[in-house]
């Protein structure tokens, strides 16, 4: 249980695809401006290989404490988790840095079509997908302006993912949009759709000039934009 007044954690999920530890650099800038921050999964290890959302979701509930509130930042494709978490946890905002924005209710598509028609053709025999920084030319990785170290690490976590598992839909719960606040951190217009959702649904949006990773790139830029969010949808004394 957290302490009376003290700060709600900040977690920092990272996407199924790749993992935690590109939320390092930020998650080191939040401590070092007094937030309590948590990076899920733990950035290191390599990510475990997604099955399906409903796993994915258990697996990250179970880094989640039951009986603390805490502050969900979610980037990419853990979008998807947010709807689970927030049903399950004490959720006091949510922050969706360049993600996915599930369906209001019903059921939601993991990926668009239209990437799931791109990459059809990469997967093998088996079904499995190369590690997400191979889905692209390398001249496409490179326009995200990763250091070659930075790079090799993000590679050396990355998971291989079946194609099953972007083809898939996964169930929302109903009314979880309206019940926590939530905000919208861009880069560029990768995620220029979910952009303009967001802002129809009344949510702050901050749109930064980077690409899908710019939090390595960036993370000061990125730690900012994420603290002064935070600080617009919540007491200052929450996170």
């Known amino acids: 249980m957290a302490a009376a007044g003290a700060p709600s954690p900040v977690l920092l999920v990272g996407s199924p695809l790749l993992g935690g530890g590109m939320w390092e650099p930020v998650a080191a800038l939040l401590r070092g401006a ?3 921050v948590r990076v899920i999964p733990a950035p290191g290890a390599p990510v475990a290989r997604p099955r399906d959302v409903p796993e994915v979701l258990a697996r990250t509930l179970a880094a989640i404490p039951r009986d603390v509130p805490v502050v969900l930042v979610v980037h990419s494709n853990a979008g998807n988790l947010v709807p689970g978490i927030v049903c399950e946890r004490e959720v006091l905002a949510a922050v969706f840095v360049d993600a996915v924005v599930p369906a209001a209710s019903g059921t939601s598509a993991v990926a668009p079509l239209v990437l799931v028609e791109q990459l059809a053709p990469l997967a093998d025999d088996a ?9 692209f030319p390398d001249d496409a990785i490179g326009e995200l302006g990763l250091e070659p170290a930075v790079l090799d690490e993000l590679r050396r976590q990355e998971p291989r993912v079946p194609l099953s598992y972007l083809t898939d839909a996964f169930h929302v719960p109903s009314g979880w949009r309206e019940s926590v606040p939530c905000a919208y951190v861009a880069f560029g217009t990768t995620y ?4 303009r959702l967001a802002a129809s649904l009344g949510w702050p949006v901050v749109v930064l000039d980077g690409r899908h990773l710019h939090p390595l790139v960036a993370p000061d830029e990125v730690a900012a934009a994420i603290s002064s969010t935070l600080d617009a949808l919540l007491p200052s004394s929450s996170a």
Do not use: V
């Open 34 to 36: 007094g937030r309590q």
């Open 127 to 135: 079904g499995l997908l190369p590690p997400w920084s191979r889905w």
């Open 192 to 195: 220029a759709r979910e952009q």
